[in-house]
T-cell receptor, first 113, second 114 residues
Framework: KNQVEQSPQSLIILEGKNCTLQ??????????LRWYKQDTGRGPVSLTI?????NTKSNGRYTATLDADTKQSSLHITASQLSDSASYIC????????????FGSGTRLQVQP | DADVTQTPRNRITKTGKRIMLECSQT?????MYWYRQDPGLGLRLIYY???????NKGEISDGYSVSRQAQAKFSLSLESAIPNQTALYFC?????????????FGDGTRLSIL
């Protein structure tokens, strides 16, 4: 069964610090991996999408990495801001049929002043 | 104005009632999706529609039905609500060029069934 595991479940950091969120998956065959940010009371918003051939992709202070061999991805947040407080969700797509998605349960990040 | 609008944003109702959640979009996307989110779990797909005449069950469609009234409108119905359908429901859209992944989500409907 396809699975996406995210760690840690929750994280508290001080404003200005960096942090890294992890995503491990068993989805096969792999098509792409997407990171979403979900603010409290809002829908998820896409941050990055990575295909098999991409190792790193940045979106401002967010940098995602992908190791398709070990089936691991990370989301690194640099110089955190209070507005980064949110849940971060990793989603992996299969490459067959209608590209079924498997969602991780998310990492809840709290940035404190 | 939001690109994907869900109504209502919050709803409390009783077991056995029929409930309809509505979603409309101004993105011009042909694909629409309904998901539910429960604490500690990832989003799970209920139904999806690739165009007005193409509606498909997701992984947890039992107890739900949908209607795609127009390209811009996709509604989700609970025919006889039960407490374990208490959850946060999201509508999402995508266009065919982006493949099968939802690109834009609404802000959700928080549904509580007593």
């Amino acid at each position: 069964k396809n699975q996406v595991e995210q760690s840690p479940q929750s994280l508290i950091i001080l404003e200005g610090k960096n942090c890294t969120l992890q995503c491990n998956y068993t989805v096969s065959p792999f098509s792409n991996l997407r990171w979403y940010k979900q603010d409290t009371g809002r829908g998820p918003v896409s941050l990055t999408i990575m295909t098999f051939s991409e190792n790193t992709k940045s979106n401002g202070r967010y940098t995602a990495t992908l190791d398709a061999d070990t089936k691991q991805s990370s989301l690194h947040i640099t110089a955190s801001q209070l507005s980064d407080s949110a849940s971060y969700i990793c989603v992996v797509s299969e490459s067959t049929g209608r590209r079924a998605l498997t969602f991780g349960s998310g990492t809840r990040l709290q940035v404190q002043p | 104005d939001a690109d994907v609008t869900q109504t209502p944003r919050n709803r409390i109702t009783k077991t056995g009632k029929r409930i309809m959640l509505e979603c409309s979009q101004t993105k011009g996307h042909d694909r629409m999706y309904w998901y539910r989110q429960d604490p500690g779990l990832g989003l799970r797909l209920i139904y999806y529609s690739f165009d007005v005449k193409d509606i498909n069950k997701g992984e947890i469609s039992d107890g739900y039905s949908v209607s795609r009234q127009a390209q811009a409108k996709f509604s989700l119905s609970l025919e006889s609500a039960i407490p374990n359908q208490t959850a946060l429901y999201f509508c999402a859209t995508s266009d065919s060029r982006s493949g099968y992944q939802p690109q834009h989500f609404g802000d959700g409907t928080r549904l509580s069934i007593l």
